[in-house]
């Protein structure tokens, strides 16, 4: 990563088909995400109860990842979202590995990111160290918001700036983020899930936030493995872990 340089990312789990929509917002502002898919749920229907409301949450069809995604990154969420902390060391490995192996095939390409699923205490030390020596994953994000902007050392252990619902919070730290001067990197980082915007039809909403944070000259908008792995350009240089 270059010094000083701003990046935005966006990763959103479970690989619901309201993600369609929500890749047609980002495309239209040029804006990057990583999208964390269940892959032995693809395919398959369902809905959640937010608020008394029940929402759909059906999964996009294995045969049409490739083209939904195009543009943006595929990364893993296990094969079932199950809570890892309560598996055996095997059933975790498992899960992780043969989703990252199964998506990389769906993909084109080589998987190498991930999202912890389930919500409270979703990983701890033994479930992010075989993660990081037992399969091929060379990221894993939490869902612990830390409102920071600053590299993180750990990348198995990785935690984003802020979750899309929290409204107030992520356009007061949108501000802070662009008036923020370091000789740092500055990653903000958001999370949540594509079907969240219909509970409250915050549609609308997000794409206003998109709107303004779009397009700045001095921001870099990339996926979570751009952001993290690769180089960014032919100056950049990978965070180390």
């Not at 929509?21 to 109860?49: D, H, P």
């Not at 598996?87 to 975790?92: R, S, T, Y």
């Not at 409250?200 to 206003?208: K, S, V």
Request: aromatic residues 10%.
């Amino acid at each position: 990563m270059i010094s000083g340089k701003k990046y935005i990312t966006f990763s959103f789990d479970d690989g619901t088909t309201q993600d369609i929509r929500l890749v047609e917002l980002l495309n239209k502002y040029n804006i990057k995400a990583t999208f964390n898919i269940n892959s032995q749920l693809l395919g398959m229907s369902g809905e959640v109860i937010r608020e008394g409301k029940s929402i759909p949450h059906d999964k996009v069809p294995a045969d049409s990842v490739r083209s939904i995604y195009q543009g943006h990154e595929i990364a893993a969420h296990t094969l079932t979202h199950p809570l890892l902390t309560a598996l055996e060391d095997k059933e975790i490995v498992r899960q992780v590995e043969q989703d990252r192996l199964y998506l990389s095939e769906l993909a084109g390409y080589e998987v190498l990111g991930m999202a912890y699923p389930c919500g409270g205490i979703n990983y701890d030390k033994r479930v992010a160290n075989l993660v990081k020596t037992q399969t091929g994953i060379r990221y894993s994000r939490t869902i612990e918001c830390n409102e920071a902007f600053a590299p993180q050392t750990d990348l198995y252990t990785f935690h984003p700036t802020v979750h899309h619902n929290s409204w107030n919070a992520m356009e007061k730290l949108s501000e802070q983020f662009f008036n923020t001067q370091s000789d740092n990197p500055q990653i903000f980082y958001i999370w949540g899930h594509s079907f969240e915007f219909d509970v409250q039809n915050t549609w609308n909403r997000f794409e206003n936030f998109l709107k303004q944070i779009a397009n700045k000259p001095d921001v870099v908008y990339a996926t979570n493995r751009d952001v993290l792995l690769n180089n960014i350009n032919d100056e950049s240089r990978t965070i180390s872990h």
